[in-house]
């Protein structure tokens, strides 16, 4: 090992240090800390480590966390220059915002103050790998020590010790699992929604964007390095977040309070629909409301709609202490699961309204079945039991044919409705909807609303509550109304 002689410049000291920095990194100073190494093709664990492969369980993979809370995190890529990231934590303190900071191995030992700041103002520093290379293509021994090392240098600098390892995009396969995994980091993580090139929009797009797209438990995936537009995000953010009425908490914290989703299989009642190919005799029963003996009313909610949509319809119904019937086209909770759970946990009852919302009578039985039976097994895996076995053809279009198809898969009641105000039509103002709803209404109604974005039921329902609740009506779910409910 060369001796450092007496009396050598302070500048001479600085630059041997900075040479130490990088050749314990395995970057080029040249490159300003980003991976020059040559990839070849992907590389299969057992190739790459001439067998030597974690043999545990793979970390766990992350794109949003399961819960109905009103919560979500931001994350951060990479790690700016040092203005840029102080600007940032500043802007993140003025809209007290705590946020999950995934940062690079080699820019925690070039400015390691850097990273310290981020923990003192209360933010997570996790794995953002060494240089940000992309795994997916190297060894699985080479994916490790760049995950090891990465590890090693945050705690060291920060005291820290990470959980959670993101690579630069976000991708992963089984062999970055494992790594981390023998890395002792308990989950890769992803993204529910990437603004990493965002910025190339206007703010009031963005804005739109972001509030249409903002998900219970999702992970918001930003970067520092190359975004002039990192700090003016945040303002954006923040706000889309606030209007939906959601906050935004580190990504452990969110974690800590998420629960595992038990498998399909595992749920009872799962299998409650099933194909039936033996269809033609099926006996259905065909409701609208219900018998009128009390001054009992269903509201119900048909199709999906964003958290934005659907968490004001919730909170509505939640301060006049209604309990409703939400009939879910199960593609909107098979991309948003938290959602539908979240409508189940504020007491109210999820059905069935086909997969894809079709109009029922154009499809042959066997298509209709797939679309009742996977409708389904989607909702009970997003809420984690059995829907109420109502079924709502969507338009309210059936005939004979399909409803015999329909109860033999299972869904025995179609459940259709006495009180309609055509509440899609973007056209329909709320005062039109509520007078509709106010002169119609009868014992034993059902009331058919929507919760689709850009429409006017949002606006009309206190005031549809309101005066139906001031007519004497108390308000049950569909099942309820029915005389369903155990």
Known sequence: MAIVKAGMHKWQLSLIALLLVFFLTGCSILQGGKDVEKSGPAVTAEEGAGGEVYAGEKSKAVSFVYTAQKVLTLTFNGMGDDKTMNELLDELDKYHIKATFFLPGNRVAEEPEIAREIVARGHDVENNTLNRADLTQVSYQEAHKKIQRTSQIIEKETGVKPRYVRTRSGAFNDDIRLA????GLEAVISYSLNLQDWHKDSSQVVSGFVRKHVTRGGIIA???EDNPQVVADIAIIAKAVSEVGYKLIPLSKLVAIGSERKPLETIPGYDAAQI???????????????NGDKKEISLTFDDWGTDYTVTKILDILE??????????????????????RAILEAGHEVANHTYSHPVITTLTPEQLQDEVVKAHQIITEAIQQKPAMLFRPPTGAFDEASAQAVAATGYRTIAMYDVTTYDWDTSKKAEDIVREIIENTENGSVILLHMLDDIHTIEALPAAIEGLKSKGYTFVTMSKLLGMEP
């Open 180 to 183: 981390a995994a023998q890395c």
């Open 222 to 224: 930003l970067n520092t």
């Open 276 to 290: 039936n190919p033996d269809f033609k005799k099926a006996e259905y029963d065909l409701v609208y409301k219900g």
């Open 319 to 340: 301060q006049y202490s209604i309990k409703s019937s939400f009939f879910l086209r199960a593609n909107g909770p098979e991309k948003n699961p938290n959602l539908a």
